[in-house]
């Protein structure tokens, strides 16, 4: 224990040398970290150049109709008015994005949820071993190769999705599943099936072998059953773990519009079209740069307020 | 965990499995849980690697078991178009990872390990930048490249995926540096040492592991970049991978076997790469740096 002793020791001592350090003018502080100032410039610069920037032009620009090239006229906030009160594709691409993102956060915790609690009560440390390497290698897999691949799965002529469906006799069940608008949504969704998600595993993973054996073991003794050793042990203990994927995915499933892109570029008639898509469509397509970047601006919000609840609601607990 | 709990969860496996049997332990029905997810998972690349040895005609008529003779051939083309891909995506990763990792290091080691005035507010300052989209800087982004007249060059990706790639490398790799004893930078201090060997000699070789999952979550991000690629580049010859295959899937469309041996070629890099890496990758992972 005289270990523990220690920090408290240089703690003070620390305080002491902090006090010393105030004294000094600021001038001669600011001098004294011209190490730091040197090793931060090169982050700063970069930044400054691609990212600030940028995020500020982007902010000034939502308010002008624009197109490079030409010069801009200062609209106020019409662009926001318009998306928000004319534009039915913007309204129905929000709610795509809503659906799209609730699913994503439903299946990744859910599917990797069962597959890690799999995992932890392997018995044998080879076999969690194994299982815990198969779920991570598929992260490894350029994303568009499974995108493209799905893409022909559900193709209507030559897809593995309607030969199987006509094998099973369900003949009427095939379509078009990425150019039929009442289905492409959601062939676009439920792509990936079954949906494992290898860093989520991980994570949770990692948080379920945190837990001391010693709370389980009390349980068991006491009789609790499997599922209650869940419900009432593991689940509880491993909530920061999941709010953070669950954090993580919903703030990529705002923007996120890859997968849109490759399969199905927004159609047909914007049935799949998202946020992120439209706002690529007006800016590249039909050159409204203005009006794409407040798409921009409310993605940003978005993200902003989302942010704002889970640092409000979401502390790590600590056993 | 202590010898002494390990004794006991050993005793309670054991008495546990003789209450059981042998033969109903428990595991089995697991294993063929995880194993059908394993399968599931799997099945589109196997359904992939079996078209890719079709000719058109052998597709046509038997699209997806194996067809006799099989046509490896497939692959020599698509590795011709693919190869000039990869090269392009080594080059644009690794000089991207490569940057990303000294700037990230070099600001992580400066907000963890150094005291300067404003420390705060600068941090504050790079924290405010997580909660920026990428499409809010996607337009402007391009604007500036253009004027910079970067357009259809390597730089044209490079230079901001570093901006963008540096945040969160120097998040996980500051968390890290405030976790190692301030006692090994005093000594060094005391010693005599400058901040640049404290960084170089001391902080660097401590964080081989940190620094290896920052890359690898670094390279998977760049690799996997459809959009912005698609953007800056409209030479095929300087087309990195992914949009690459995307322009490769389009323009051969319905000569699947070329598509699909195109698709398992350009998955493989980064596959070799894990091979090699995926132990410090998994350590890395779990080791409980990365949470709210």
């Known amino acids: 224990m005289a270990v523990k002793e220690m920090p408290a020791l240089s703690n003070t001592a620390s305080q002491a040398v902090d006090i010393q350090e105030r004294r000094k003018p600021l001038g001669r502080r600011i001098y004294e970290g011209r190490v730091a100032y040197t090793m931060l410039a090169p982050t700063f610069v970069f930044l400054l150049v691609f990212m600030y920037y940028p995020a500020l032009l982007g902010l000034y620009r939502s308010v002008y109709k624009w197109a490079p090239g030409l010069s801009a006229d200062f609209v106020g906030l019409g662009n926001f008015i318009q998306l928000f009160t004319k534009d039915r594709v913007f309204l129905n691409s929000m709610d795509h994005m809503l659906q799209l993102a609730a699913w994503y956060v439903v299946s990744t915790v859910g599917v990797s949820l069962f597959i890690a609690v799999l995992i932890h009560r392997l018995r044998g440390g080879r076999t969690q071993y194994t299982f815990r390497l198969g779920m991570i290698l598929p992260v490894v897999i350029p994303a568009i190769v499974p995108l493209m691949l799905w893409k022909f799965i559900y193709d209507v002529k030559v897809g593995p999705l309607n030969a199987i469906l006509i094998w099973a006799g369900l003949e009427d069940w095939t379509r078009a599943w990425l150019s039929d608008p009442n289905v492409a949504l959601y062939a676009v969704m439920l792509r990936n099936f079954p949906w494992v998600d290898g860093v989520a595993i991980l994570i949770l993973l990692a948080g379920l072998q945190a837990i001391p054996y010693e709370i389980v073991e009390s349980a068991m003794i006491d009789g609790a059953t499997e599922m209650r050793r869940f419900w009432s042990i593991e689940l509880p203990l491993i909530a920061g773990q999941i709010k953070l994927i669950s954090v993580l995915t919903i703030m990529w499933g705002v923007q996120e519009f890859t997968a849109v892109f490759a399969m199905t570029q927004g159609g047909p008639i914007n049935s799949t079209m998202v946020p992120g898509m439209w706002m690529f469509f007006n800016a590249f397509r039909i050159n409204k740069m203005g009006y794409a970047s407040a798409i921009g601006v409310v993605l940003f919000l978005l993200t902003l307020v989302l942010t704002m609840i889970n640092l409000k609601y979401i502390t790590t607990e600590e056993y | ?292």
């Open chain 2, 1 to 292: 965990m202590s010898a002494a709990v390990r004794g006991t969860r050993e005793q309670y496996r054991r008495t546990r499995s003789e209450q059981v049997g042998v033969f109903l332990r428990g595991d089995w029905w697991r294993i063929v849980l995880l194993g059908l997810f394993l399968v599931g998972g799997i099945a589109p690349l196997v359904m992939a690697f079996l078209i890719s040895l079709k000719t058109i005609p052998q597709f046509a008529r038997q699209p997806f078991a194996l067809t006799f003779p099989l046509h490896w051939e497939n692959y020599g083309f698509a590795f011709e178009i693919v190869l000039e891909f990869l090269k392009n995506s080594m080059i644009i990763s690794g000089v991207t990872v490569v940057g990303v990792l000294l700037l990230a290091s070099l600001s992580a080691y400066a907000f963890g390990i150094l005291e300067f005035p404003g420390r705060q507010v600068l941090f504050y300052l790079v924290l405010s930048l997580m909660m920026v989209p990428s499409a809010m800087t996607l337009i402007p982004s391009f604007v500036l490249v253009k004027d910079l007249g970067l357009m259809n060059t390597y730089w044209a990706m490079i230079l901001p995926w570093i901006a963008s790639g540096q945040v969160f490398a120097m998040f996980i790799l500051r968390t890290f540096f405030e976790s190692l004893p301030k006692e090994l930078f005093d000594a060094a201090r005391i010693d005599g040492a400058s901040e640049w060997q404290g960084y170089w000699r001391i902080a660097l070789p401590l964080s081989k592991s940190m620094l290896g999952v920052a890359a690898i979550l670094n390279i998977l991000g760049t690799w996997n970049n459809l959009i912005w690629p698609y953007l800056t580049v409209q030479k095929q010859a300087l087309l990195p991978l992914t949009p690459g295959l995307w322009a490769y899937q389009t323009e051969y469309f319905t000569r699947y076997g070329l598509t699909m041996a195109g698709l398992l070629l350009g998955s493989i890099p980064l596959v070799i790469l894990f091979v090699f890496t995926s132990r410090w990758f998994v350590a890395g992972l779990t080791s409980g740096a990365i949470k709210v």
